[in-house]
């Protein structure tokens, strides 16, 4: 847990140092030559600063462990901070196209162009090399920070493109076309970034949301517990209550399991102690609870979808039931001698 702690953390504290020197890099290159293409970069890029500040803040303390407090731990806060990012580039991407569209209505000459093309391909090079390993990072650890941090960056990484190829196309454009105007080509893909921006801010709030109002573990997880479960058919007889939730990158399981009547209690606590080991050996940082229950082939509606048993066999227990409590109730009849 260390490792993976000290990991998360090395990766959002990357995250800061690139985006803050980009910065410095797109203001001082934008101002210089007028662009408001390279400078909604630079807002793009402090937007993401910020949002790489709060992850770096969320990633440490995501995984301070459950109190009094915050008996559930404290995951959720991870979630939160995608939403605030993603209202941020919201924010950022309103910014922008206001400035683009003062652009158009007015156009201003953009010079030193090779500049901003440097910049743009220097800020590729880097956002692909930094969203990689908080990809990396992200998805060893499950961290929603860090994988929202990178698609921040991997954002960074097309925008930045479209940037500079608009600005190469300004630059080969004057040398054959001197006297044309095609400064307007600028604030237009300035526009086309803010576009690109809105996006993906759908996108994480989408994604952040769905685990802050608990929403259930995607289908292919709870299929691969059901598979665990009935590979126990036979002493386990079904199982029902499934519930399961994300809280950042640590999840909540529980659900009951129908055993055979003749199992004793300490049988069952094992079996189901084994059940919640393997569980937490597939799913890392999960808090499993699973409560066994005698099956007495009552099978009430909640029941039957998760019931190992075939139409069938369940007659045949209901009917063995009957007989025996026919035999008893005889019995409690029959007069003593």
Known sequence: ?????????????????????????????????????????????????????????????????????????HGKV?????????????????????????????????????FGVGVMLFSTILNIIVSRMLFKVGKQTESVALQADAWHLRTDVYTSLGVMAGLAVILVGRRILPHADINWIDPVIACGVAILIIKAAYDLTLQSSRDLIDTKLPAEEEAWIRQLVLEYH??????????????????????????????????????????????????????????PETCNSECASHCIAGCFLSEQQRHEVSRRKEQMEACRTESDEKPSP
Do not use: C
Not at 92 to 102: D, M, N, P, S, V
Not at 107 to 113: F, T
Not at 252 to 271: E, G, R, T, Y
């Open 1 to 73: 847990m260390i490792n993976a702690d000290t990991s998360k953390f090395k990766a959002a504290l990357l995250s800061v140092i690139s985006n803050g020197l980009l910065i410095v890099a797109k203001i001082t290159v934008g101002f210089l030559m007028g662009s408001v293409s390279v400078m909604s970069e630079a807002i793009h890029s402090g937007i993401d600063l910020l949002a790489a500040v709060i992850t770096l803040f969320s990633v440490k303390t995501s995984d301070i462990p459950a109190d009094e407090a915050h008996p559930f731990g």
């Open 78 to 114: 991870e979630n939160i901070s995608g939403a605030i990012e993603a209202i941020l580039i919201f924010v950022a991407a309103g910014w922008i196209i206001y400035e683009a569209i003062g652009k158009l209505l007015k156009p201003q000459p953009i010079e030193l162009l090779g």
């Open 234 to 291: 036979g002493p386990i007889r079904g199982f029902h209550k499934l519930r399961t939730r994300r809280s950042g990158h640590f999840r909540f399981i529980d659900f009951h399991i129908k055993v055979k009547p003749d199992m004793s209690v300490s049988a069952a606590d094992l079996m189901a102690d084994d059940l919640s080991a393997k569980i937490k050996e597939h799913f890392p940082n999960a808090n499993v609870t699973i409560k």
